[in-house]
């Protein structure tokens, strides 16, 4: 039979986090060394788990399957249950058994009536240890056949100085590839921004050294090798995300026996902070980034059979797949990526093509999240990218207002957590997108304006600081309830309105450095970094804040006014730059 996917165990170079593979009770325990469970008499597994369930919903209803069956491997005996969970009704044993499992003979249990019916929802196995020492070495959901026609699939890493962790990944695709079934059918490709990483074509791997025009220029560069290699679908990944190679083989049966030609798959986000919680599974786009269950336990089965319902049923138009893992066909791209640098390249592409995003459990990506990244150059490129997208998809555009709104909420945030340097690169941000693509074009490099940056924002670079040398004093607002200190924050521009407004100097933990309440009734704030060892401090000026605040209203003003005009120039200059011809000659392959 034909895996569509394997059972995962905690591997200690990606998660530990037990109950995202199997939920254990009573006598059972993992066997890190031999990837394996061990369970006494009495002893309980549960697999309705992240990495583990079957996502009936996605497989039968996008997918042409070929019967569905579940496969469990071990030795002793034990009771056997499967479960089917659906939307809105209490979870169905649809098999329960006694069974005896010998070593290299799996049980199989045939559930091809439920694709055949089109049902929808979760399956899962539990386990009953029966015997006094049970080994459950793994398992698997299966179909019998796949189309005479598979996927030629480009696996394309943009890279920039990160040579150890790309090599690293690299080695363990090779490793992969060499025992996946279809292994022949992939190819890996290292696009090398930094000209650094030494990686030797060889096997499956083949490396491109490339300008640095950032992920845009990256996976521009990336989708055009796939083309030319004759690959019917690309996946782009970053070069530091760390990830089980599952994920790979489950996108590629995905795609492999999708009904849709329009089909994608979005890969997961968790962060390296906490591993158990879901940082974002696909998001969409509309005035700001809405990541989806975002905060979501995974440690909880039923918050996690919840989610996977809930991203089966519902697809937000404007849904979009973010470029740690994302992998679509070739065929439905119409336009290329955008030269942002990088940021916004992934949201613009996937609003720009007609994909058809979907999302699997256990596709994901482990990364560090992007308040720890956050920075006044990322926040410059934030705001350039939200106003372009609605500069360039028509299906989000809005009057100049609407669209000008975008830019006041970012810059009103940094100023009210009194980053003031962030909030006068911002403010550029939106003069620099106000003079058209061509300006993106000008500085595709981005080399002056990260020079410039850097020098706007030195007083809110990171330091090395001794958290013991650190205090904080609470005084007046910052003493209140988090309610009061909400609404005192906004009616007064967190005491910029008022001739006191607060002298608490306060220590804020970076995990939370993006809540604007964190800074309502501090003159001063340090920020602390997760590892606790580096730090930046702000501090409140009436001066500075209605400074910028002048300068806001004039640029809304002038926005405006040249609104149509601005519109007009991107309109004329967008298609030009997602072309598959202007990152040909802009990348010397014309």
């Given at each position: 039979?034909i895996?569509?996917?394997?059972?995962?165990?905690?591997?200690?170079?990606?998660?530990?986090?037990?109950?995202?593979?199997?939920r254990?009770?009573?006598?059972a325990?993992?066997?890190?060394?031999?990837?394996?469970?061990?369970?006494?008499?009495?002893?309980?597994?549960?697999?309705?788990?992240?990495?583990?369930?079957?996502?009936?919903?996605?497989?039968g209803?996008?997918?042409?399957?070929?019967?569905?069956?579940?496969?469990?491997?071990?030795?002793?005996?034990?009771?056997?249950?499967?479960?089917?969970?659906?939307?809105?009704?209490?979870?169905?044993?649809?098999?329960?058994?006694?069974?005896?499992?010998?070593?290299?003979?799996?049980?199989?249990?045939?559930?091809?009536?439920?694709?055949?019916?089109?049902?929808?929802?979760?399956?899962?196995?539990?386990?009953?240890?029966?015997?006094?020492?049970?080994?459950?070495?793994?398992?698997?959901?299966?179909?019998?056949?796949?189309?005479?026609?598979?996927?030629?699939?480009?696996?394309?890493?943009?890279?920039?100085k990160?040579?150890?962790?790309?090599?690293?990944?690299?080695?363990?695709?090779?490793?992969?590839?060499?025992?996946?079934?279809?292994?022949?059918?992939?190819?890996?490709?290292?696009?090398?921004?930094?000209?650094?990483?030494?990686?030797?074509?060889?096997?499956?791997?083949?490396?491109?050294?490339?300008?640095?025009?950032?992920?845009?220029?990256?996976?521009?560069?990336?989708?055009?090798?796939?083309?030319?290699?004759?690959?019917?679908?690309?996946?782009?990944?970053?070069?530091?995300?760390?990830?089980?190679?599952?994920?790979?083989?489950?996108?590629?049966?995905?795609?492999?026996?999708?009904?849709?030609?329009?089909?994608?798959?979005?890969g997961?986000?968790?962060?390296?902070?906490?591993?158990?919680?879901?940082?974002?599974?696909?998001?969409?786009?509309?005035?700001?980034?809405?990541?989806?269950?975002?905060?979501?336990?995974?440690?909880?089965?039923?918050?996690?059979?919840?989610?996977?319902?809930?991203?089966?049923?519902?697809?937000?138009?404007?849904?979009?797949?973010?470029?740690?893992f994302?992998?679509?066909?070739?065929?439905?791209?119409?336009?290329?990526?955008?030269?942002?640098?990088?940021?916004?390249?992934?949201?613009?592409?996937?609003?720009?093509?007609?994909?058809?995003?979907?999302?699997?459990?256990?596709?994901?990506?482990?990364?560090?999240?992007?308040?720890?990244?956050?920075?006044?150059?990322?926040?410059?490129?934030?705001?350039?990218?939200?106003?372009?997208?609605?500069?360039?998809?028509?299906?989000?555009?809005?009057?100049?207002?609407?669209?000008?709104?975008?830019?006041?909420?970012?810059?009103?945030r940094?100023?009210?957590?009194?980053?003031?340097?962030?909030?006068?690169?911002?403010?550029?941000?939106?003069?620099?997108?106000?003079?058209?693509?061509?300006f993106?074009?000008?500085?595709?490099?981005?080399?002056?304006?990260?020079?410039?940056?850097?020098?706007?924002?030195?007083?809110?670079?990171?330091?090395?600081?001794?958290?013991?040398?650190?205090?904080?004093?609470?005084?007046?607002?910052?003493?209140?309830?988090?309610?009061?200190?909400h609404?005192?924050?906004?009616?007064?521009?967190?005491?910029?309105?008022?001739?006191?407004?607060?002298?608490?100097?306060l220590?804020?933990?970076?995990?939370?450095?993006?809540l604007?309440?964190?800074?309502?009734?501090?003159?001063?704030?340090?920020?602390?970094?997760?590892?606790?060892?580096?730090?930046?401090?702000?501090?409140?000026?009436?001066?500075?804040?209605?400074?910028?605040?002048?300068?806001?209203?004039?640029?809304?003003?002038?926005?405006?006014?040249?609104?149509?005009?601005?519109?007009?120039?991107?309109?004329?200059?967008?298609?030009?730059?997602?072309?598959?011809?202007?990152?040909?000659?802009?990348?010397?392959?014309?």
């Amino acid at each position: 039979m034909i895996t569509l996917q394997s059972f995962l165990t905690p591997d200690p170079e990606i998660c530990t986090e037990q109950a995202l593979y199997g939920r254990l009770f009573g006598p059972a325990a993992y066997d890190q060394t031999s990837q394996s469970y061990h369970l006494a008499r009495g002893g309980e597994l549960n697999f309705d788990t992240y990495f583990n369930l079957f996502d009936l919903g996605t497989w039968g209803r996008q997918c042409q399957l070929d019967g569905l069956f579940a496969e469990i491997s071990g030795q002793g005996k034990l009771g056997l249950r499967v479960f089917h969970a659906q939307e809105g009704r209490s979870w169905n044993v649809i098999h329960s058994d006694v069974i005896t499992l010998s070593a290299g003979t799996p049980f199989v249990i045939d559930l091809s009536h439920l694709p055949e019916a089109n049902a929808d929802g979760t399956l899962h196995l539990t386990l009953l240890a029966l015997d006094d020492a049970v080994e459950i070495t793994g398992g698997r959901f299966a179909t019998r056949s796949l189309p005479e026609a598979l996927p030629e699939l480009t696996i394309s890493i943009t890279t920039f100085k990160r040579e150890e962790e790309v090599r690293r990944t690299i080695e363990r695709l090779q490793a992969f590839l060499t025992t996946f079934a279809y292994g022949n059918k992939i190819r890996v490709q290292v696009v090398d921004n930094g000209q650094s990483a030494e990686i030797e074509t060889k096997g499956h791997v083949t490396a491109f050294d490339n300008p640095n025009l950032g992920g845009a220029g990256g996976f521009a560069r990336g989708l055009l090798e796939a083309e030319e290699a004759g690959s019917s679908h690309c996946l782009f990944m970053d070069d530091d995300a760390s990830f089980h190679m599952e994920n790979i083989a489950r996108a590629y049966m995905f795609l492999a026996l999708a009904r849709d030609p329009k089909a994608a798959l979005s890969g997961a986000m968790i962060t390296n902070t906490h591993k158990w919680r879901m940082w974002e599974n696909g998001a969409w786009f509309d005035g700001s980034c809405h990541p989806l269950f975002n905060g979501v336990d995974l440690r909880d089965p039923g918050a996690v059979i919840w989610m996977t319902h809930e991203g089966a049923r519902s697809r937000k138009s404007t849904l979009y797949g973010g470029w740690w893992f994302f992998a679509f066909p070739i065929e439905q791209v119409r336009r290329h990526p955008f030269p942002f640098f990088v940021r916004g390249d992934d949201i613009n592409f996937s609003l720009a093509n007609d994909f058809h995003i979907h999302t699997l459990n256990g596709v994901v990506s482990f990364q560090d999240d992007f308040t720890e990244k956050e920075s006044a150059q990322t926040l410059y490129l934030d705001l350039r990218n939200h106003l372009v997208q609605h500069l360039t998809v028509p299906e989000i555009e809005r009057s100049a207002l609407g669209t000008a709104r975008v830019a006041i909420y970012f810059t009103l945030r940094s100023l009210l957590r009194l980053h003031y340097s962030t909030a006068a690169v911002q403010l550029m941000a939106w003069e620099d997108v106000m003079q058209g693509p061509q300006f993106f074009e000008d500085n595709i490099d981005m080399s002056a304006r990260r020079a410039r940056i850097k020098e706007m924002s030195a007083d809110e670079a990171w330091y090395p600081v001794d958290e013991s040398e650190l205090s904080e004093t609470r005084r007046g607002v910052a003493t209140w309830s988090h309610r009061a200190r909400h609404y005192w924050g906004l009616l007064t521009l967190n005491g910029h309105l008022l001739p006191y407004g607060g002298e608490s100097e306060l220590v804020v933990d970076i995990n939370t450095r993006a809540l604007v309440i964190q800074a309502f009734g501090a003159a001063k704030v340090t920020y602390l970094s997760t590892s606790r060892d580096k730090a930046y401090t702000v501090t409140r000026s009436r001066r500075r804040f209605f400074a910028l605040i002048w300068q806001m209203l004039k640029l809304t003003l002038r926005f405006r006014r040249e609104f149509a005009a601005v519109q007009d120039k991107y309109r004329d200059g967008y298609k030009t730059r997602t072309s598959k011809g202007f990152w040909q000659k802009t990348l010397g392959k014309a």
